[in-house]
């Protein structure tokens, strides 16, 4: 099976501008996550995705949202930029068996702010 | 609130040492499970094990093994004879009731194996 994929793997952007980010899970996979890692505040959660729905939410400003399509894909998109949204951010898929199922990572998209 | 604490920031040995990556955690719900996920240079979190709060059982995988004792809210991972591909970040992580899937992380251990 292939594993998570994210695309763009990395993307500069300027103070202001927004991004999409686009996660594609493991086969079969219906739950789709998305965490920002940085130096500073370390692995942090952003929000998951079951079903088309959005299941759980970690504490974000408003300018962090995401969506998840038909075929589990998801896109996280972040507007109004700043420099504090420099990060790497992970997207992860589990299996639709239990909550607690073990979550399988994607690569990261790297993102900087200018 | 769930916290993931791991004391070492960063941990240096030589090849072939056995070395043991500490986590302790907080949280009250009854179920929760631990896991630890490896971050090499790579960037990508690979998952190496989960552990549900009822299953106290030590576990053995190859060179690394799991000691997870709730007395003490430890959740620890040993390498044994430690190689230069081990060499990573490792996270210690927790979900329970409260958070559902949502995953805490601990602030990761920097583990450099030098030849």
């Known amino acids: 099976k292939a594993g998570v994929t994210q695309t763009p793997r990395y993307l500069i952007k300027t103070r202001g501008q927004q991004v999409t980010l686009s996660c594609s899970p493991i086969?079969?996979?219906?739950?789709v996550s998305w965490y920002q890692q940085t130096p500073g505040q370390g692995l942090q959660f952003l929000f998951e995705?079951?079903?088309?729905?959005?299941?759980n939410k970690g504490n974000f400003p408003g300018r962090f949202s995401g969506r998840q399509f038909s075929n589990s894909r998801s896109e996280m998109n972040v507007s109004t930029l700043e420099l504090g949204d420099s990060a790497l951010y992970l997207c992860?898929?589990?299996?639709?068996?239990?909550?607690?199922?073990?979550?399988?990572f994607g690569p990261g998209t790297r993102l900087t702010v200018l | 609130a769930q916290k993931v604490t791991q004391a070492q920031t960063e941990i240096s040995v030589v090849e072939k040492e056995d070395v043991t990556l500490d986590c302790v955690y907080e949280?009250?719900?009854?179920?929760?499970?631990l896991f630890w996920y490896k971050q090499p240079p790579s960037g990508e979190l690979v998952f190496l094990i989960r552990?549900?709060?009822?299953?106290?059982q030590n576990e053995i995988s190859g060179r690394y093994s799991w000691n997870f004792q709730k007395s003490t809210s430890s959740f620890n991972f040993t390498i044994t004879a430690s190689q230069v591909v081990d060499s990573a970040v490792y996270f210690c992580?927790?979900?329970?009731?409260?958070?559902?899937?949502?995953?805490?992380f601990g602030e990761g251990t920097q583990l450099t194996v030098n030849p």
């Open positions: 995705y079951f079903s088309e729905t959005q299941r």
């Open positions: 086969s079969g996979h219906r739950s």
């Open positions: 949280t009250r719900d009854t179920t929760y499970y």
């Open positions: 992860a898929s589990r299996s639709a068996g239990g909550a607690y199922n073990e979550q399988f």
């Open positions: 552990r549900n709060s009822f299953d106290e």
């Open positions: 992580a927790l979900s329970g009731e409260t958070s559902g899937s949502r995953l805490t």
